[in-house]
């Protein structure tokens, strides 16, 4: 029963570090999106991926910030030279069909800066 | 822009009561879930609704679209402290993205 993972679940960097956060989606899914949550805030859509393609990256900072989802291996949300402002959740959901009804999502990565 | 706003933000009630939170639009979608988080995971889905005035029942959840598929409400009956957490309604359409509420962040007193 492999739903969503992500990892790692916590990661700490330093200003100007790199962060990398990983996500596999459901068996069977080829659908995969990026959200960042911040506390008391809802989720904010940030890119939608298929293997090997951007969907949809209007979420995105235009700078620092890239994903992808190769064709083997899980997805990579990328972050170079983070800011406190990274600090946040960012949680990785599939899906079977494009921009399906329901998505499924993984238990998070929290991110912080110090 | 599209919005989903969703009430009360906030929401503590006593187990047993009976609580109703509200999902509402100006924009028409194709489909509205409900999810809910619970702290430190992330969200899980309860519900799809897709045709205007449909009602879904999950125990003692029950999920209604409005008719013109603009909102929807969550009622949930005898509330039980399993029930706290934050609940996130998301509304598409398709073949564009999924929109999230900010959530109502329920807390049911043993």
């Known amino acids: 029963n492999a739903g969503v993972m992500q990892n790692p679940r916590h990661l700490v960097r330093r200003r100007g570090q790199e962060a990398r956060l990983r996500c596999s989606p459901m068996k069977g899914h080829s659908h995969v999106y990026w959200y960042r949550q911040l506390p008391e805030e809802g989720l904010k859509f940030m890119v939608y991926?298929?293997?090997?393609?951007?969907?949809?990256e209007s979420g995105m900072p235009k700078e620092r910030f890239s994903a992808e989802f190769p064709k083997e291996g899980p997805s990579i949300l990328r972050i170079q030279q983070v800011v406190r402002g990274d600090s946040a959740a960012y949680f990785c959901?599939?899906?079977?069909?494009?921009?399906?009804?329901?998505?499924?999502f993984g238990p998070g990565t929290r991110l912080t800066v110090t | 822009t599209q919005l989903l706003e969703q009430s009360p933000q906030f929401l503590s009630i006593q187990e047993g009561e009976n609580l109703t939170v509200y999902c509402n639009s100006s924009?028409?979608?194709?489909?509205l879930q409900w999810y809910r988080q619970e702290p430190g995971e992330g969200p899980v889905l309860l519900v799809t609704?897709?045709?205007?005035?449909e009602v879904k029942k999950l125990k003692r959840l029950t999920f209604q679209f409005g008719d013109a598929r603009k909102d929807s409400s969550l009622h949930i009956t005898a509330a039980q402290p399993g029930d706290t957490g934050l609940y996130l309604c998301a509304g598409g359409r398709r073949d564009d993205k999924i929109i999230f509420g900010k959530g109502t962040r329920l807390h049911i007193l043993p």
């Open positions: 991926l298929q293997k090997e393609n951007i969907i949809d």
């Open positions: 924009s028409v979608f194709s489909s």
């Open positions: 959901a599939s899906s079977p069909q494009r921009q399906s009804y329901e998505q499924y």
């Open positions: 609704v897709v045709t205007g005035g």
